[in-house]
C-alpha cells in the first residue's frame, strides 16, 4: 500500500508562483510513476504533469513552459513547481502514484490552489 501526503498548496496572486510536494510511503519501490491531478468545482479530475521512475516527464498542454514535474527519489518525494500562475489553474491539486504491478493508481488527500486576479 502507497500513502501519499500533499503539501504546500495556498493562495497566490495572478503571476505568481507556488510549489507543491508530495511525500510518499509504503510500497515506494513499487512505484512506476508518479504525477500531479488537478480538479476544479464542477469539473472532472485532470492531469497535470507526470513522471517516471526514469525521470522522463509529462504536462498537459494548459500548463507546458508554465509548470515543472520533479522528483527526488532519495526523499522519496516528487515536486510540481508552478509559475505564471492564472486564475484558471485555481484547483485542488492531488498526487497520484501509479503501480504497474498491480495496475493500481493511489491519490493523496489533495492541496488548493488558489490563483487571484
Known amino acids: 500500500q502507497v500513502q501519499l501526503v500533499e503539501s504546500g498548496g495556498g493562495l497566490v496572486q495572478f503571476g505568481g508562483s507556488l510549489r507543491l510536494s508530495c511525500v510518499a510511503s509504503?510500497?515506494?519501490?513499487?512505484?512506476?510513476?508518479m504525477g500531479w491531478y488537478r480538479q476544479a468545482p464542477g469539473k472532472q479530475r485532470e492531469l497535470v504533469a507526470t513522471?517516471?521512475?526514469?525521470?522522463?516527464?509529462n504536462y498537459a498542454d494548459s500548463v507546458k513552459g508554465r509548470f515543472t514535474i520533479s522528483r527526488d527519489n532519495a526523499k522519496n518525494t516528487v515536486y510540481l513547481q508552478m509559475n505564471s500562475l492564472k486564475p484558471e489553474d485555481t484547483a485542488v491539486y492531488y498526487c497520484n502514484a501509479f503501480v504497474a504491478a498491480v495496475s493500481g493508481h493511489y491519490w493523496g488527500q489533495g492541496t488548493q490552489v488558489t490563483v487571484s486576479s
Open positions: 509504503g510500497g515506494i519501490f513499487r512505484i512506476n510513476v
Open positions: 513522471i517516471t521512475s526514469g525521470g522522463s516527464a
